[in-house]
């Protein structure tokens, strides 16, 4: 099963893009820190400090300012999310983010949809206060049921 | 089963119960209008322009300050919703909201529960932009699935 979200912002997608890439933007919005600059092929460590969470993701596509796809651990073996941004008119793009992987009729499915629709909202969210507003701390906020 | 979001807003609890019952404000950070300001046993008709969308809740309960508890439907008889102020230090809060009466085994069930989750991280990102940040146009550019 597939957990989808989306969020229309009003920058160009290499905005987007960029923001999402370079370590030293994605502290403003998502994660506190990115390990190095996202390519296909690289594995990344991410952390939350807020949440004392470290992960590491391996980039496994990626198209300049229009899609970007990883897979949660070092081996890509992971739920595989695809962000994919299209174009809305000249400075505005929608934001689509898709986690495949979710096991039908496993016991704990619908907890772990709904605490991944959870973050992937709240990450939108915060993005789309970032580029639109200049918001850095809107994000570490969320409380963990 | 329920839906639980919780989310720490820089801000006194009256702030944001103000920010939910006042028709003046609401329209910063949720539904586009609310008919009056929100009392315990009055309906509230809620809009939401920017989707098309138009509904009923009945106030429950109310506690000023703390505690706001509502069903949906002019009724009250859809789903009921509780939101806790609690207060943390002297100048913030954390915002609890509770959403019951999801039926386990309905087959909808978890696209019920995703959708409704959605709407409340988004809804609490957005309150906190506008308590916290003065952004009052984070709010209307979900995309619904």
Redesign the interface.
């Known amino acids: 099963?597939d957990?989808?979200?989306?969020?229309?912002?009003e920058r160009p997608a290499q905005d987007i893009f960029d923001a999402i890439v370079n370590p030293s933007k994605i502290g403003a919005f998502w994660f506190s820190s990115s390990s190095q600059p996202w390519q296909t092929g690289r594995i990344i460590t991410l952390v939350y400090e807020e949440y004392d969470a470290r992960g590491e993701i391996l980039v496994l596509d990626m198209i300049e300012g229009q899609k970007i796809c990883f897979g949660w651990g070092k081996d890509g073996q992971g739920n595989e999310v695809t962000i994919t941004l299209v174009p809305v008119g000249r400075a505005s793009t929608?934001v689509?983010v898709v986690e495949r992987g979710f096991e039908e009729g496993h016991a704990d499915v619908?907890r772990a949809?709904?605490d991944n629709?959870?973050g992937w909202?709240?990450m939108l969210?915060?993005l789309?206060?970032y580029l639109?507003?200049g918001?850095t701390?809107?994000r570490g906020?969320?409380?963990?049921?």
Chains 1, 2 share one sequence.
């Open positions: 099963m957990n989808r979200t989306g969020m229309v912002i929608r689509e619908l949809m709904l629709k959870e909202v709240y969210s915060c789309k206060a639109e507003f918001v701390a809107l906020a969320l409380v963990k049921g």
